[in-house]
């Protein structure tokens, strides 16, 4: 299909024409029959994209929001909890439960760095009263791969914190499994790995995590997750959903459905490798020490300013990256693998570049 932008921004990412054509139907009330078909199916497919039978809540926010609902709704005041920051999203799950009178253990890595098991561990002896640890799986500032399975395992062995993990980017992109790996909270948003537009979000919840929930004295009232779980089991919502968005979602996880998680566990891999090599034969370097699967992070040139970089990239080439965030918005850039993507596309991605470096006279290692 011919596209008008080759959008490879990690959120938002580019949608499916089925997924488009679902949207673009007359509204139909929440609370009618068709609609508890729709959200019945959705929620079954959502078990089915998180590998879990628990489950999983859909909210009208971004990704963030369920984040912050997670917070609201396991702890209290004072409670102690240990948050990985190796990058802008790992730093906002330092910020906010502090906002909400958390006490947080910050474990702080440079950017394109990984928590390490050991650091994880040690940190849990010191501090055996925390209650949870976050991680992000696929930090997107940096492009970086968090290995949650063996951190999750190591966890569980040394003691009872619940294991929280922001999977924003990677959940339908990446491997995770949210029963086999024992994990308790597992949060991602409509616009990165599921393709369909900005505007919802998912939380997975374990029976430990819900059970934690009743100590919970955090005010909450919209991001209760409670009315969340009342009302899934008769496949409802407590407030309005984003009905639309909701009928994307459900053809989108249809096509998840039918191509299998598995192989677009494998296609995500390899494409996010045909992008590595391709960088590396470039002569450009790789900005993180772990690269995910869902975005590649590439240094920039000194040489070349960024600004002139992206306009030629779009204007040129009708090619979107990302810029870096904070401060590597200029030093950065990033191509993500997630959303929908045909496979020559990031030929197309390549060939752009390739014809935007020469031009910017990065011309060292051109073949
Ligand atoms: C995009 C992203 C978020 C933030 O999600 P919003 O939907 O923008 O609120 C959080 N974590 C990661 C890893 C992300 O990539």
């Given at each position: 299909?011919?596209k008008?932008i080759?959008?490879f921004?990690?959120?938002?990412t580019?949608?499916?024409?089925?997924?488009?054509?679902?949207?673009?139907?007359?509204?139909?009330?929440?609370?009618?029959?068709?609609?508890?078909?729709?959200?019945?199916?959705?929620?079954?497919?959502?078990?089915?994209?998180f590998?879990?039978?628990?489950?999983v809540?859909t909210?009208?926010?971004?990704?963030?929001g369920?984040?912050?609902?997670?917070?609201?709704?396991?702890?209290?005041?004072?409670?102690?909890?240990?948050?990985?920051?190796n990058?802008?999203?790992?730093?906002?799950?330092?910020?906010?439960?502090?906002?909400?009178?958390?006490?947080?253990?910050?474990l702080?890595?440079?950017?394109?760095?990984?928590?390490?098991?050991?650091?994880?561990?040690?940190?849990l002896h010191?501090h055996?009263?925390?209650?949870a640890?976050?991680?992000?799986?696929?930090?997107?500032s940096?492009g970086?791969f968090?290995d949650?399975?063996?951190?999750?395992?190591?966890?569980q062995?040394?003691?009872?914190a619940?294991v929280?993990v922001?999977?924003?980017?990677?959940?339908?992109?990446?491997?995770?499994?949210?029963?086999?790996?024992?994990?308790?909270?597992c949060?991602?948003?409509s616009?990165?790995?599921?393709m369909?537009?900005?505007?919802?979000?998912?939380?997975?919840?374990?029976?430990r995590?819900?059970?934690?929930?009743?100590?919970?004295?955090l005010?909450?009232?919209?991001?209760?997750?409670n009315k969340?779980?009342?009302?899934?089991?008769t496949?409802?919502t407590p407030w309005?959903?984003a009905?639309?968005?909701?009928?994307g979602?459900?053809?989108?996880?249809?096509i998840?459905?039918s191509?299998?998680l598995?192989?677009r566990?494998s296609?995500?891999?390899?494409?996010?490798?045909?992008?590595?090599?391709?960088?590396?034969?470039?002569?450009?370097?790789?900005?993180?020490?772990?690269?995910s699967?869902a975005?590649?992070t590439?240094?920039?040139?000194?040489?070349?300013?960024?600004?002139i970089?992206?306009?030629?990239?779009r204007?040129e080439?009708?090619?979107?990256?990302?810029k870096?965030?904070?401060?590597?918005?200029d030093?950065i850039?990033?191509?993500?693998?997630i959303?929908y993507?045909?496979?020559?596309?990031?030929?197309?991605?390549?060939?752009g570049?390739?014809?935007?470096?020469?031009e910017l006279?990065?011309?060292q290692?051109?073949?």
């Amino acid at each position: 299909m011919h596209k008008n932008i080759y959008l490879f921004t990690p959120g938002p990412t580019p949608i499916p024409p089925k997924v488009l054509q679902r949207m673009n139907q007359p509204i139909i009330h929440h609370r009618s029959k068709e609609f508890r078909e729709v959200f019945s199916r959705v929620n079954s497919n959502l078990q089915y994209l998180f590998q879990t039978k628990q489950p999983v809540l859909t909210l009208a926010s971004s990704g963030t929001g369920a984040v912050e609902a997670s917070f609201v709704n396991l702890f209290s005041p004072g409670d102690k909890i240990i948050s990985v920051n190796n990058g802008k999203f790992g730093e906002r799950w330092v910020k906010m439960p502090r906002t909400f009178g958390l006490e947080v253990v910050e474990l702080k890595y440079n950017w394109g760095d990984a928590p390490s098991t050991g650091d994880i561990i040690n940190a849990l002896h010191k501090h055996p009263d925390a209650k949870a640890v976050y991680l992000v799986h696929c930090e997107t500032s940096s492009g970086t791969f968090t290995d949650i399975k063996l951190i999750a395992e190591a966890i569980q062995r040394e003691s009872s914190a619940l294991v929280c993990v922001d999977g924003v980017c990677s959940v339908g992109g990446m491997e995770i499994r949210f029963d086999d790996w024992n994990l308790d909270v597992c949060v991602t948003s409509s616009q990165k790995g599921l393709m369909i537009p900005p505007g919802l979000a998912f939380v997975a919840l374990s029976e430990r995590a819900i059970a934690e929930m009743r100590y919970s004295k955090l005010p909450k009232y919209y991001f209760d997750l409670n009315k969340a779980l009342d009302s899934i089991i008769t496949n409802d919502t407590p407030w309005t959903p984003a009905i639309t968005l909701i009928q994307g979602l459900d053809t989108a996880l249809e096509i998840i459905r039918s191509e299998g998680l598995e192989s677009r566990w494998s296609a995500h891999a390899k494409h996010a490798a045909f992008i590595r090599d391709e960088i590396n034969s470039l002569g450009l370097k790789l900005f993180s020490k772990y690269p995910s699967n869902a975005l590649t992070t590439v240094i920039l040139p000194s040489k070349i300013e960024s600004k002139i970089f992206h306009k030629k990239l779009r204007e040129e080439h009708s090619i979107y990256f990302a810029k870096g965030q904070s401060d590597y918005m200029d030093k950065i850039f990033r191509i993500a693998h997630i959303g929908y993507h045909e496979a020559d596309e990031y030929r197309i991605a390549i060939d752009g570049l390739k014809s935007v470096l020469t031009e910017l006279a990065f011309s060292q290692n051109l073949h």
